[in-house]
């Protein structure tokens, strides 16, 4: 069995590294064990649906059943998703993680809604058109633009059932051009229609409600804490259970909540945003910040090959991410050579000081701030625009905060030489920028002066940590806070 608190025994092990043995996938959906939820799918050959491995229907017969990497490679051979499981809710899929930087890159930007055209993401990732589709059909075994416009119909569908939006709002924040099409969409790849999918009619309203997953253990409290002492007062706010903050996006500002629900392995997220267009990058950013796809086994695996021992791993270690690049940036550039208490601070004057000021009309009445106002981050052209004489800091790290601010107007996104070449700017800043702002899973802050002060207490090897190196940083500084506190 695969069910131990103490321990994965060896089929668990092999599971997580991506082993591909059905016998393994009987075993786990046999057990229910919720670690695998996302690694695999369940199609029922009698049904003609297909679940998550941790769905409370009646367990098939193994006959009757055969197994997928990916939902959307289900839905390609015909199989309906299931109703009560609802397989478009699990954590992303990692089985075809392991095919290469370009595929993943490429998987994202096929997610993405509204969608591109395949010819404008071959472009981006600079192969062609034609070798980009051999790519993904090896991949997941469908084109790009099948693996698109199911990714768009699991999103509606995730819309119509968790959400209380119209189906005219539906239809447009999921990318299709009419209610026609939508109609389409969930008779051919779910096999139903949106109205069979929404029991009963609800009161149209515009804040969305959504339950997001992930693979436990999920150590919330160190997440809490993470983004609690990283919090810029107006702008985010943590509580016992929560973490919640106001963003800018497409020029408006919008807000989300997401309570922390430790029984269903996951949160529930609430966003307000006036602009519903972009709805999709805004729940998968929500994800990322919170890192909710993080697989908790492969990285303990690659911490203890590093050469941590058991007992010095923190349990559902996860990295909380920033709400973008350039808030990254901007957090790193404020922070250098001072502490994070005194980095917050300026941060947290920068942003009130040139940040948008949130209207009453979507401010949240359970967010408390000391003055009642709130703010969402600063663009990149309003720091420009400003002298900064505000900040407390040398004029040498003004001057680097503005021309970082500067690479990013426009909505560009600067390459890292660029970055480098600011003057104050040095390899440090830039790799808390790759890991906290790009989600990079694989840097290993050995510059850093905390990490290189643990790293030198044990003996660990910190290539072997990869590609996984930046929970190895963030390791480091949880046995320093440990250190501390013993």
């Given at each position: 069995?695969?069910?131990?608190?103490?321990?994965?025994?060896?089929?668990?092990?092999?599971?997580?590294?991506?082993?591909?043995?059905?016998?393994?996938?009987?075993?786990?959906?046999?057990?229910?064990?919720?670690?695998?939820?996302?690694?695999?799918?369940?199609?029922?050959?009698?049904?003609?649906?297909?679940?998550?491995?941790?769905?409370?229907?009646?367990?098939?017969?193994?006959?009757?059943?055969?197994?997928?990497?990916?939902?959307?490679?289900?839905?390609?051979?015909?199989?309906?998703?299931?109703?009560?499981?609802?397989?478009?809710?699990?954590?992303?899929?990692?089985?075809?993680?392991?095919?290469?930087?370009?595929?993943?890159?490429?998987?994202?930007?096929?997610?993405?809604?509204?969608?591109?055209?395949?010819?404008?993401?071959?472009?981006?990732?600079?192969?062609?058109?034609?070798?980009?589709?051999?790519?993904?059909?090896?991949?997941?075994?469908?084109s790009p633009k099948q693996f698109q416009n199911m990714q768009r119909a699991l999103f509606a569908k995730q819309l119509i059932q968790q959400t209380h939006l119209s189906m005219t709002d539906v239809s447009v924040t999921a990318g299709y051009q009419s209610l026609r099409q939508l109609q389409r969409a969930m008779e051919q790849?779910?096999?139903?229609?949106?109205?069979?999918?929404?029991?009963?009619?609800?009161?149209?309203?515009?804040?969305?409600?959504?339950?997001?997953?992930?693979?436990?253990?999920?150590?919330?409290?160190?997440?809490?804490?993470?983004?609690?002492?990283?919090?810029?007062?107006?702008?985010?706010?943590?509580?016992?259970?929560?973490?919640?903050?106001?963003?800018?996006?497409?020029?408006?500002?919008?807000?989300?909540?997401?309570?922390?629900?430790?029984?269903?392995?996951?949160?529930?997220?609430?966003?307000?945003m006036p602009n519903l267009s972009s709805l999709h990058n805004v729940i998968e950013n929500i994800k990322l910040v919170l890192d909710l796809h993080a697989d908790p086994l492969l990285i303990e695996q690659s911490l203890m090959q590093a050469g941590l021992s058991k007992k010095q791993l923190t349990s559902g270690l996860r990295?909380?991410?920033?709400?973008?690049?350039?808030?990254?940036?901007?957090?790193?550039?404020?922070?250098?050579?001072?502490?994070?208490?005194?980095?917050?601070?300026?941060?947290?004057?920068?942003?009130?000081?040139?940040?948008?000021?949130?209207?009453?009309?979507?401010?949240?009445?359970?967010?408390?701030?000391?003055?009642?106002?709130?703010?969402?981050?600063?663009?990149?052209?309003?720091?420009?625009?400003?002298?900064?004489?505000?900040?407390?800091?040398?004029?040498?790290?003004?001057?680097?905060?503005?021309?970082?601010?500067?690479?990013?107007?426009?909505?560009?996104?600067?390459?890292?030489?660029?970055?480098?070449?600011?003057?104050?700017?040095?390899?440090?800043?830039?790799?808390?920028?790759?890991?906290?702002?790009?989600?990079?899973?694989?840097?290993?802050?050995?510059?850093?002066?905390?990490?290189?002060?643990?790293?030198?207490?044990?003996?660990?090897?910190?290539?072997?940590?990869?590609?996984?190196?930046?929970?190895?940083?963030?390791?480091?500084?949880?046995?320093?806070?440990?250190?501390?506190?013993?």
């Amino acid at each position: 069995m695969l069910m131990s608190d103490n321990g994965a025994v060896q089929d668990d092990r092999a599971l997580a590294n991506e082993v591909l043995d059905e016998s393994l996938f009987s075993k786990a959906r046999l057990s229910r064990d919720p670690r695998f939820d996302g690694r695999f799918f369940v199609a029922v050959k009698t049904t003609g649906i297909f679940c998550r491995p941790i769905c409370p229907a009646r367990l098939p017969k193994e006959e009757n059943v055969t197994y997928f990497e990916h939902a959307t490679q289900a839905m390609a051979q015909g199989y309906r998703p299931c109703f009560r499981c609802r397989p478009d809710s699990a954590p992303r899929s990692a089985a075809w993680k392991g095919v290469g930087a370009t595929v993943s890159r490429a998987l994202s930007l096929l997610s993405a809604i509204p969608i591109e055209s395949v010819s404008d993401i071959a472009c981006r990732l600079g192969i062609s058109e034609r070798y980009l589709n051999k790519l993904v059909v090896n991949a997941v075994g469908i084109s790009p633009k099948q693996f698109q416009n199911m990714q768009r119909a699991l999103f509606a569908k995730q819309l119509i059932q968790q959400t209380h939006l119209s189906m005219t709002d539906v239809s447009v924040t999921a990318g299709y051009q009419s209610l026609r099409q939508l109609q389409r969409a969930m008779e051919q790849y779910c096999a139903t229609s949106p109205t069979q999918l929404r029991k009963k009619q609800c009161a149209e309203q515009k804040t969305i409600s959504l339950f997001l997953s992930y693979r436990p253990p999920y150590n919330w409290y160190n997440v809490r804490d993470f983004l609690a002492t990283r919090a810029i007062e107006g702008m985010e706010h943590v509580t016992e259970n929560s973490y919640q903050r106001y963003f800018s996006n497409q020029s408006c500002v919008g807000f989300f909540k997401a309570v922390h629900d430790e029984a269903r392995c996951g949160f529930n997220v609430h966003i307000d945003m006036p602009n519903l267009s972009s709805l999709h990058n805004v729940i998968e950013n929500i994800k990322l910040v919170l890192d909710l796809h993080a697989d908790p086994l492969l990285i303990e695996q690659s911490l203890m090959q590093a050469g941590l021992s058991k007992k010095q791993l923190t349990s559902g270690l996860r990295l909380p991410s920033a709400w973008s690049v350039f808030e990254s940036g901007c957090r790193a550039i404020v922070g250098q050579q001072v502490s994070v208490k005194a980095a917050i601070g300026q941060v947290t004057l920068l942003v009130h000081q040139l940040g948008e000021r949130v209207p009453n009309v979507v401010s949240s009445q359970d967010f408390d701030t000391e003055t009642g106002e709130r703010y969402s981050f600063p663009t990149p052209e309003a720091v420009v625009s400003n002298s900064l004489e505000f900040l407390r800091m040398p004029q040498a790290r003004k001057s680097a905060l503005h021309s970082f601010a500067q690479l990013f107007v426009g909505d560009n996104m600067p390459a890292h030489e660029d970055i480098l070449a600011i003057k104050g700017v040095g390899p440090w800043t830039l790799d808390y920028l790759k890991m906290r702002g790009e989600r990079d899973p694989d840097i290993y802050l050995g510059g850093d002066l905390i990490v290189r002060k643990i790293a030198q207490q044990f003996p660990i090897d910190p290539e072997k940590a990869a590609p996984w190196r930046s929970y190895l940083t963030l390791q480091l500084w949880q046995l320093s806070n440990q250190q501390k506190e013993s």
